[in-house]
Structures are given as C-alpha cells and as structure tokens.
Nanobody, 120 residues
Framework: QVQLVESGGGLVQAGGSLRLSCAAS????????MGWFRQAPGKERERVAA????????YYADSVKGRFTISRDNAKNTVYLQMNSLKPEDTAVYYC?????????????WGQGTQVTVSS
C-alpha cells in the first residue's frame, strides 16, 4: 500500500520560509516522479513543482520560480519543498503526489495534505 505523508506546514509571516517534507512508502521511490501541488479555497489545484525519479529534471510553476526549490533524497524516500520569500497568495493546502511521468496530468498517488498559511 502506497503512503505519502506530508509534514512541515504551518503559519508564517510574509517573507518567511518553510520546508515541506513528504515521506513515501510502499513504492519504488526512485522510479517515481514526485510533485508538489497546492489548492487554495475556491481555486483549482495547481502544480507547484515536480522532480524526476533521479532528480535530474525539475519543473516549477511561474508563480514560484526563484522562490521554491524541490529536491529529493532517494535513500530516505523523501521529497522536499523549500519555500522562501513566502507571500500571502501562497496560502493553501499543499499535497505531494507520485507518478511515473513528470508531467502527468493525473498523478497516481496522493498525500493527505499540509496547510500553509502566510500572514501579511
């Protein structure tokens, strides 16, 4: 059974930083691309960042380029999202997800989400 468990969310002031983690189990982690998505109330889910299984390629949404960094540690079956220079508009529930394809439109496995709230 595949499990993805996010952690690291919380409340932070604008301009601050947070680091999200997603621990995976039940899958061959290095064979899966990992993505971070977010969904704010009343808005569609947005893919924020993604990384290939080897970590050699990454993707970032324009809204977070230069501020967020995705990385992974395949020895620990964990993917990270370092978020710097946070803005109130980054407030959302953040989900990690796994798929065999980096640019998949529908990722196969999802975590339960972690809330990130950025105050102005």
């Amino acid at each position: 059974q595949v499990q993805l468990v996010e952690s690291g969310g919380g409340l932070v002031q604008a301009g601050g930083s947070l680091r999200l983690s997603c621990a995976a189990s039940g899958l061959t982690f290095s064979s899966y691309a990992m993505g971070w998505f977010r969904q704010a109330p009343g808005k569609e889910r947005e893919r924020v960042a993604a990384i290939t299984g080897s970590g050699s390629r990454t993707y970032y949404a324009d809204s977070v380029k230069g501020r967020f960094t995705i990385s992974r540690d395949n020895a620990k079956n964990t993917v990270y999202l370092q978020m710097n220079s946070l803005k109130p508009e980054d407030t959302a529930v953040y989900y990690c997800a796994a798929d065999r394809v980096l640019y998949s439109k529908t990722y196969d496995y999802w975590g339960q989400g972690t809330q990130v709230t950025v105050s102005s």
